[in-house]
């Protein structure tokens, strides 16, 4: 995947896409891990594991209007 061979040549320890991530995007970043590492988010400027995930509605916007919405996982 693109993603995740750049992540590896350039030995970056960020990857940001501005459209968002995927799912197909986490799940091959996460094979280069252990699988008992732990996933975290960042609150107030501290990283805490990641405790709950489910299922969201989010939308699109352009030019600053609502658009449809999407079916996403929302991490906390």
Known sequence: MHIVNHFRKKGFRLIRKFEGLTANDLIEILKNYPRD????????????????????????????????????????
């Not at 805490?48 to 489910?54: A, D, I, L, N, S």
């Open 37 to 76: 590492t732990k996933v975290c988010n960042q609150m107030l400027g501290e990283n805490f594991p990641v405790k709950q995930v489910e299922e969201c509605i989010y939308y699109d916007f352009e030019k600053g209007k609502r658009g449809e919405g999407h079916k996403g996982v929302l991490i906390k």
